[in-house]
């Protein structure tokens, strides 16, 4: 089969490898649409020691089914592989598991390829009417659902007024969109690329600004989608007293947050990682009657032109904020 295979920092090459093989409790499925994740670019630019070349990235997608008796089925897939049997599994913190893996991460090949091979259980069906690149939405919204969760449920029941989403990339937007549908009545989505800002035309109670319109601002909710020093400093000053911050962007750095003003005026700061298993369908059954909107914010590309997609990412070239890769 033909995969998108990351060899050194900044370099992919798109060649020929060997199909998966599946084991007893995995199925093979022939990818149709597979987005480009902030995690494949850390890998890309070496940042990421977990996913060491040569490795062919990418976990966000869906296909169908091939062989076996799901063949045929269109599926959207969940890529966080866990045990089942630790306690974190028990409790249904499966994304907690001490040996969990995530297909792009060693040792387990990523999607940027024709097949993968996936246990049934990481497998949800797609209804015919919603496309395969809309499906391929799914982990990346997953990550921001289970963090507009956890952050709705940290907050006190009469600051659920407004929320601050620092980054217009995937999972900026998926979690404006997100904290909508779980009840939030008013979001701000702040993002520095000018044109991000003008192409992204989301839902009326979203309003979308550069960064430095919201100084003086305080709000409920903040989500720092990106994760340097720069986005926690203003996480630490943008929060109201009482509120929640969210922790999502693994972008780099360990400095920004104002640890006196948090202590002294309360403000409680939620770490996220992925989603649990039940995070995940909540999350497809949400974009699947609608209750994320159309999802149409992301840009099609073919898995051979990988590389360029990359490098257009990194030199800030793309408006949308999605790139969904499409195998032949």
Request: aromatic content about 4%.
């Amino acid at each position: 089969m033909k995969a998108l295979v990351y060899t050194a920092p900044e370099a992919l090459d798109y060649r020929d490898v060997p199909d998966p093989v599946p084991g007893d409790d995995h199925h093979l499925i022939h990818i149709d649409s597979v987005g480009i994740c902030g995690s494949d670019m850390h890998a890309y630019l070496g940042h990421d020691d977990r996913r060491p070349a040569p490795l062919i990235l990418g976990h966000e997608a869906a296909g169908t089914v091939v062989g076996g008796p799901m063949d045929g089925a269109r599926v959207t897939i969940n890529p966080l592989v866990t045990c089942q049997t630790c306690a974190a599994c028990r409790a249904g913190r499966d994304n907690l598991c001490s040996t969990r893996q995530i297909i792009s991460m060693a040792p387990r090949e990523g999607a940027f390829a024709q097949m993968v091979a996936m246990p049934g259980r990481n497998l949800v069906r797609v209804p015919d009417d919603v496309t395969l690149e809309t499906a391929a939405l799914a982990e990346p919204v997953a990550v921001s659902w289970h963090a507009a969760r956890l952050g709705l449920e940290a907050l006190p029941d009469d600051m659920v007024q407004s929320a601050l989403v620092i980054g217009g990339g995937a999972i900026g937007v998926a979690a404006a969109i997100s904290l909508i549908a779980q009840g939030m009545p008013n979001v701000t989505l702040i993002e520095p690329n000018p044109l991000r800002r003008a192409y992204l035309n989301l839902d009326v109670r979203i309003t979308v600004l550069a960064p430095d319109d919201i100084k003086g601002e305080i709000f409920d909710l903040t989500v720092d989608g990106v994760g340097y020093d720069g986005t926690r400093a203003t996480a630490s000053a943008a929060t109201r007293p009482g509120g929640v911050i969210l922790h999502i962007g693994l972008g780099g750095g360990t400095a920004g947050l104002d640890i006196r003003r948090m202590t002294l005026q309360e403000i409680t700061f939620v770490g996220t990682y992925t989603y649990t298993a039940q995070d995940f369908r909540d999350t497809c059954a949400a974009m699947f009657d609608g209750r994320l909107g159309p999802l149409d914010w992301t840009e099609t590309r073919p898995l051979s032109d990988g590389a360029r997609a990359f490098a257009d990412i990194r030199e800030g070239r793309i408006a949308a904020p999605k790139i969904i890769l499409k195998p032949a």
